[in-house]
């Protein structure tokens, strides 16, 4: 017996969901104290999530299939990286030099 292939928009709505959720967890479990606005955030893209299969409207914001545009994914990991005491600093930058040749 053959099966099915995975549904893609699926597979991306289960994980923005657990990752919304994973975030919440990590706050309570480490006590950290989100702002309103994280919170806020967190209660309305998983609603959005739940409820359309994705979290934005406009399709130039984030790639197809996709269930949280490239800035919704990034104040996600900064919430997650918060709760669990952590910062995402900026990566290291190349020095300015001359190029060979």
Same mark, same amino acid.
């Given at each position: 017996?053959?099966?099915?292939?995975?549904?893609?928009?699926?597979?991306? /709505?289960? *994980?923005?969901?657990? @990752? $919304?959720?994973?975030?919440?967890?990590?706050? +309570? %479990?480490?006590?950290?104290?989100?702002?309103?606005?994280?919170?806020?955030?967190?209660?309305?893209?998983?609603?959005?999530?739940?409820?359309?299969?994705?979290?934005?409207?406009?399709?130039? /914001?984030? *790639?197809?299939?996709? @269930? $949280?545009?490239?800035?919704?994914?990034?104040? +996600? %990991?900064?919430?997650?990286?918060?709760?669990?005491?952590?910062?995402?600093?900026?990566?290291?930058?190349?020095?300015?030099?001359?190029?060979?040749?």
């Amino acid at each position: 017996m053959k099966r099915t292939p995975p549904d893609p928009k699926a597979q991306a /709505k289960r *994980a923005a969901l657990n @990752a $919304l959720r994973r975030a919440r967890r990590a706050a +309570l %479990k480490s006590a950290v104290k989100l702002s309103d606005w994280e919170g806020e955030f967190l209660g309305s893209v998983e609603q959005r999530v739940e409820t359309f299969g994705r979290a934005f409207a406009d399709p130039e /914001k984030g *790639a197809p299939g996709q @269930a $949280l545009s490239g800035l919704q994914n990034l104040k +996600l %990991k900064e919430i997650t990286a918060k709760a669990k005491g952590r910062t995402l600093g900026k990566p290291p930058r190349k020095p300015f030099g001359r190029r060979p040749g």
